[in-house]
Nanobody, 120 residues
Framework: QVQLMESGGGLVQPGGSLRLSCAASGSIFRVVAMGWYRQAPGKQRELVATINAGHATNYADSVKGRFTISRDNAENTVYLRMNSLKPDDTAVYYC??????????????WGQGAQVTLSS
């Protein structure tokens, strides 16, 4: 089973920066993509950014230009650098991994979540 370990959350002032990390461990056949979702209280979970094995990226419109996702394929680690943070960025950020468990079958895995809070 794949396990995802998230770190880097915390309290930050508006306009500040924060960097989240997520390290994947365990046995998996092939990693297709990794990414970040977030969920604010009372709201649905939304996609933040994804990155595939070829380092192609995809961003939500709300974070594009401010957030940068990157990946260390050798260590199955994904990062999210967040700049120019806004109060609306306050949420629990979840790391996710899409990978093949066998040649034909794939599954999604999720981290425990990292709280990011914008101070006032």
């Amino acid at each position: 089973q794949v396990q995802l370990m998230e770190s880097g959350g915390g309290l930050v002032q508006p306009g500040g920066s924060l960097r989240l990390s997520c390290a994947a461990s365990g046995s998996i056949f092939r990693v297709v993509a990794m990414g970040w979702y977030r969920q604010a209280p009372g709201k649905q979970r939304e996609l933040v950014a994804t990155i595939n094995a070829g380092h192609a990226t995809n961003y939500a419109d709300s974070v594009k230009g401010r957030f940068t996702i990157s990946r260390d394929n050798a260590e199955n680690t994904v990062y999210l650098r967040m700049n120019s943070l806004k109060p609306d960025d306050t949420a629990v950020y979840y790391c996710t991994l899409l990978g093949y468990t066998t040649v034909r079958e794939w599954a999604d895995y999720w981290g425990q979540g990292a709280q990011v809070t914008l101070s006032s």
